[in-house]
């Protein structure tokens, strides 16, 4: 059976807003759009957008508890506290970790999430709540056949929890952690491959001088190539469309070029950038060379917070600040971003990131009433600035409400996490936790 719903207004990103919009769903695909005088009100959400559920191009929903740790360190001291505290885990403080940061993209009008994943816990997370995604099981080290023999054990950890909704990927960390031959190895799996490129420039000063911040990572620690890790990948012919590279903030022109003509996909994350003290990405100058961009909060690790909205206005203000120009990203496409662009940076812009009839029933609704937003004046400007968790009403997920204000059994997600945080800060057994 149809299910329609209406709101003030309908934001279908591919075509123009609809006011008193209504859309129509059945069995997990949109089948209609329009009016509400022309479907019929349905539920009707007074004060409120209809638009595609939000696509997160980059997250580590297991580092949901880490919010604030490390704050003010640089990059280097940074990822060596963040090595040594992960270690204090249980897999299943893992697992409670990554159930409350899917809870979070959930209540952000996150439908679908492209993960890195450390303990291949994620999996399970998304499966139980509903949130779809695309999981990279993370990889690291310099030796192609130890790094897919730790995939393969991943994989099994993992494999109860894959499914249509919950896809798997493969995550080489980033060029310091992880050698070119190995990136060219997992190429070879035929899935989607996320990793970090160009985050600093402590990122460029190990890569290509052996110096600088990321010294103090110790074991993780690769040495360096002589060049940077996309120009490293572009010689060793390993990276192309299949790669979701979060970051590339530190660029010269001929990397952005490099990414355009080997078609690797940008997930922008500036809120992650900016609080590490990374600088700020060129996005202009990424979407003028046509590289595919998504818009990832990251985590807490780095962003204090799975908040897509935070980071929309981030990608807005920041966009602006480094172009010196309020013109520089309108806020409409900044939605775009965060939806039909990061759909295309994971290569499924047919599927998601608009509402047109035949693509799943992914939708979040957003309510602006008491606020000062309305009456409206642009829809798509007013759920940028001022959506946030607190005003999503709903989100669904192939045609299935998986969130719904106000219905969320927040208190037992959030003890389990603070136990988990807790351990972290404790210290104590440096066992690694590997699996369940
Ligand atoms: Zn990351």
Same mark, same amino acid.
């Given at each position: 059976m149809e299910t329609i719903y209406s709101a003030d207004w309908l934001l279908p990103i591919e075509g123009a807003p609809i006011q008193n919009g209504a859309i129509a769903f059945e069995n997990g695909r949109i089948t209609r759009l329009g009016t509400s005088a022309e479907l *019929?009100? *349905?539920r009707r959400f007074p004060g409120a957008a209809i638009m595609p559920g939000l696509v997160n191009a980059h997250v580590h929903l297991e580092y949901s508890g880490y919010t604030g740790f490390g704050d003010g360190l640089d990059f280097g001291g940074w990822i060596a506290l963040h090595l040594q505290r992960k270690l204090n885990l249980t897999f299943e403080d893992v697992v409670a970790l990554a159930r409350l940061g899917a809870a979070e993209c959930l209540a952000s009008g996150i439908t679908t999430v492209v993960d890195a994943s450390y303990n291949a816990a994620s999996p399970r997370a998304c499966s139980e709540l509903g949130l779809k995604a695309i999981v990279g099981l993370e990889v690291f080290g310099a030796d192609p056949e130890a790094a897919l023999a730790h995939f393969e054990a991943l994989k099994e950890i993992a494999a109860p929890a894959l499914s249509e909704q919950v896809r798997l990927g493969i995550s080489p960390h980033a060029p310091y952690t992880v050698s070119p031959e190995v990136y060219a190895a997992v190429r070879e799996l035929g899935v989607p491959v996320v990793t970090h490129l160009a985050e600093s420039a402590a990122e460029r000063a190990w890569l290509t001088? *052996?110096?600088?911040?990321?010294? /103090?990572? *110790? =074991?993780?620690l690769l040495p !360096?190539?002589?060049?940077?890790g996309i120009r490293a990948l572009a010689r060793a012919h390993a990276a192309g469309k299949e790669m979701i590279a979060a970051h590339c903030v530190d660029l010269d022109p001929e990397e952005i070029e490099l990414l355009a003509s080997l078609d690797v996909a940008v997930a922008h994350c500036p809120r992650s950038n900016g609080f590490l003290g990374c600088g700020i990405a060129p996005l202009a100058d990424l979407l003028r060379a046509g590289v595919r961009v998504g818009i990832g909060? =990251?985590? !807490?690790?780095? /962003?204090?917070?799975? =908040?897509m909205f935070e980071e929309l206005r981030s990608v807005v203000a920041f966009s602006r600040a480094r172009e010196h120009s309020s013109q520089a990203l309108a806020a409409a496409r900044a939605l775009e971003l965060a939806t039909l662009g990061s759909a295309g940076a994971l290569g499924i812009a047919d599927q998601i990131g608009s509402l047109l009839p035949?693509?799943? /029933?992914?939708i979040a609704i957003v309510a602006l009433d008491?606020?000062? @937003? @309305?009456?409206?004046? =642009?829809a798509q400007a007013a759920v940028v600035l001022g959506g946030s968790p607190e005003r999503v009403v709903l989100t669904v997920v192939d045609g299935e409400t998986k969130y719904e204000k106000g219905e969320f059994e927040w208190d037992v997600l959030r003890s389990a996490s603070a136990t988990a945080r807790g351990r972290m800060l404790a210290g104590g057994s440096k066992a690694r936790a590997a699996g369940p």
């Open positions: *019929g009100a *349905g001088r *052996g110096e600088g911040p990321l010294g /103090a990572m *110790g =074991d993780e !360096p190539l002589g060049e940077t909060t =990251d985590s !807490p690790a780095s /962003a204090p917070s799975f =908040d035949g693509k799943r /029933a992914d008491e606020t000062s @937003l @309305l009456p409206w004046e =642009d």
